[in-house]
């Protein structure tokens, strides 16, 4: 398959190759594989430092990961290094990355 770059609507009958980005029209289908949908890990030291992977890399608001110290789901509340992750069983106790 050829690449190329280009702006305007799209329309491939073959799929895309890499990220789609930008407004997107209509159905967006496709196959999710398996290790996409493994939630990502982290400890609660690793939650808590502003340099570590899980604060610096991919971090969007509501993103989800499991605890692995506590045994539970941390739910980030912004996208930023420092924004703070809040545990998503009682709500209240939070993780702020320093």
Do not use: C, H
């Amino acid at each position: 398959m050829a690449r190329t770059t280009f702006s305007g609507p799209v329309k491939s009958d073959n799929g895309f190759e890499g990220n789609v980005t930008g407004n997107v029209t209509g159905n967006v289908t496709g196959t999710v594989t398996a290790s996409q949908l493994i939630l990502p890990t982290s400890t609660s030291a690793a939650l808590g430092a502003i340099g570590n992977a899980i604060n610096t890399t991919d971090k969007v608001a509501n993103k989800a990961v499991y605890n692995t110290t506590t045994k539970t789901i941390y739910v980030a509340q912004g996208a930023n290094a420092n924004s703070t992750w809040i545990d998503s069983g009682d709500g209240t106790t939070t993780i702020t990355p320093a």
